[in-house]
């Protein structure tokens, strides 16, 4: 959305000669924001170390600076020129003390908040230098929608140790509203695109305005495809989430199936058993049928004396021996008995389990002899692997979503006639239908 908006304010820089508002600071804040949020969707799948996530606070917070400056620029003598620089330089310093996790609260307290509310008010009053005209009316919805945005981003933020983070933040917000911040920020956000795009239109000679139904159609277009893309996102998400769980409840089954039960009954399950040559066989044993799972986390669990005696083994084949006391008392312990007095295959859903797996699937281990229940296992995965594989099911969406979207405005900025050029696609689509048709159903063929 602020990459959207960051093309019209740089387009505002030629066109908006009369309020002379400085479009470029705008335009530096929602490119370099757009970037961060870019960046945040590629964590999961690239975990970056500490010195890059440093380095891009710091430009996130010179980025929230620019919205600032902006304001501050367009009141000119009333806030004073250093200002930026020194509110600037105060997150910073209090980013490095505080620790990496109130660093982007402090950015929003202290520069999204006033410089949204700074931009706000300075639109509105470059407003009124207008007559009752689509530019007007386009800084206005921008206004209004940047200041209702600036008092969402700037107050609610992750929750940390200060206030007002402990009183107000995403958690909290969500269960105020029922609604969750971002779509109150995606709301907003679309909002000041389509309110920056009016007052560029406005802007223009009668001669290069597009008709209204044409400037209708092109925000429709915008919508349709960012909700289009919403869902296709959610949709591929999901779809990898029960693939993910489907391939757990297969692995975890096979493997109890497979496991030699000879070598559960040399186990005593104390951490004296990591020295144990049984148990090297086992835990040998699945580590081959987990080994095509990236992330793959192993719980080995028996019952004994009303306790669950736990071997948890991590994607670093690092091996963890603990006792689980309360029995019948969490949903973990439940699921574990449900496990070995039914014999059932039990799912943990997409939670994560109290030793720190997610979607964690449940098998039990079956002496084919007398058919006593052994020993419970499982197969999740690290919380790391499960979020970096549900994200990168959705970058195809989302980059696939970015590219029509800039050639749409590349399409839209460099024609005169915007509904023309509409009828003319619609035509020329019209007449090769076969063809389309033909080449998708290769597609398809080939895909398959």
């Not at 508002?21 to 960046?39: A, E, K, M, R, Y």
């Not at 207008?130 to 933020?157: D, E, H, N, P």
């Not at 790391?384 to 990168?392: D, G, H, K, L, M």
């Amino acid at each position: 959305m602020l990459l959207l908006a960051s093309w019209v304010c740089f387009n505002l820089r030629r066109v908006d000669t009369q309020t002379q508002l400085p479009w470029l600071w705008l335009c530096l804040f929602c490119l370099g924001t757009s970037v961060h949020d870019w960046l945040q969707i590629l964590e999961p799948i690239a975990k970056f170390p500490k010195p890059i996530v440093m380095v891009r606070l710091f430009i996130l917070t010179a980025t929230a600076a620019a919205l600032f400056e902006f304001g501050r620029k367009s009141f000119r003598k009333t806030i004073g020129r250093w200002s930026t620089l020194g509110f600037f330089i105060i997150v910073v310093l209090l980013g490095v003390y505080q620790g990496i996790e109130s660093w982007n609260n402090l950015r929003c307290y202290i520069l999204i908040l006033p410089g949204g509310l700074l931009t706000s008010v300075t639109m509105w009053r470059a407003s009124q230098g207008y007559g009752k005209s689509l530019g007007r009316f386009g800084l206005q919805l921008t206004s209004v929608s940047i200041f209702c945005m600036s008092i969402i981003w700037g107050m609610v933020a992750p929750e940390v140790a200060f206030w007002p983070s402990t009183w107000l933040n995403y958690e909290s917000f969500a269960q105020i509203t029922g609604i969750s911040v971002q779509i109150f920020l995606i709301g907003f956000g679309l909002l000041v695109v389509i309110g920056l795009n009016l007052h560029q239109r406005g802007l223009l000679p009668p001669s290069m305005r597009a008709d209204v139904l044409a400037s209708a159609t092109f925000h429709l277009v915008i919508i349709a495809l960012l909700i289009a893309g919403a869902s296709a996102m959610n949709w591929s998400a999901a779809m990898r989430q029960q693939d993910i769980q489907r391939e757990l409840w297969n692995i975890t089954t096979n493997l109890a199936e497979e496991i030699d039960t000879s070598l559960i009954s040399n186990l005593d399950f104390t951490d004296t058993d990591k020295q144990n040559n049984a148990f090297k066989q086992l835990q040998k044993q699945m580590y081959s049928s987990t080994s095509l799972l990236s992330g793959a986390v192993i719980h080995s669990v028996v019952e004994y004396r009303k306790k669950l005696l736990i071997y948890s083994t991590n994607a670093e084949k690092e091996i963890i021996w603990s006792v689980h006391p309360n029995l019948n008392q969490d949903a973990f312990s439940l699921m574990i008995q449900k496990v070995l007095y039914s014999g059932s295959v039990v799912g943990f859903g997409t939670q994560t389990d109290t030793y720190g797996a997610v979607a964690t699937v449940f098998a039990p281990v079956i002496n084919s002899t007398n058919g006593t229940i052994m020993m419970a296992v499982g197969t999740g995965m690290t919380p790391f692997e499960w979020e970096r594989s549900i994200a990168a099911s959705r970058l195809t969406t989302i980059f696939a979503v970015l590219v029509l979207i800039i050639l749409l405005l590349i399409w839209k900025n460099t024609t005169a006639n915007f509904g023309r050029n509409i009828s003319l696609f619609s035509s020329y689509i019209a007449n090769r239908v076969e063809i389309i048709i033909i080449g998708l159903i290769s597609l398809f063929i080939t895909a398959a």
